[in-house]
């Protein structure tokens, strides 16, 4: 018997989903009803102050990053030849020593 096709094994992973599934969303309710006790503890004053802090931090990380670059893209080595798109592929000359990229497995046949 394949367990892995049977609907004991079915069940039985319908079961553990469902209880990773409600571990999840209880941790998500601890973390939603202590953050929200955190910030009912603040005045309407400070939750002003602490948005427009947010909003200006945020800002600033924005704005900056399209100043200065945080990741730079690798260049490419310069040792290849332009494809051709759409373009067959031919057999190359004897004399022809680097190999042609192209988009495509086709040869053309020399008649």
């Not at 592929?89 to 008649?111: A, G, V």
Request: charged content about 20%; some cysteine.
């Amino acid at each position: 018997m394949n367990l892995s096709n049977s609907k004991a094994s079915a069940h039985l992973s319908d079961k553990v989903a469902a209880s990773l599934a409600k571990r999840i969303i209880n941790i998500q309710l601890y973390f939603s009803a202590r953050l929200n006790k955190w910030f009912n503890a603040y005045s309407l004053r400070q939750k002003k102050q602490i948005a427009i802090a947010i909003a200006l931090l945020t800002s600033i990380i924005l704005i900056s990053s399209s100043f200065c670059s945080f990741y730079t893209i690798p260049k490419l080595t310069q040792n290849y030849t332009s494809a051709h798109i759409g373009r067959a592929s031919e057999f190359p000359d004897p004399h022809f020593i680097k190999r042609q990229l192209t988009d495509s497995l086709t040869k053309k046949s020399k008649s």
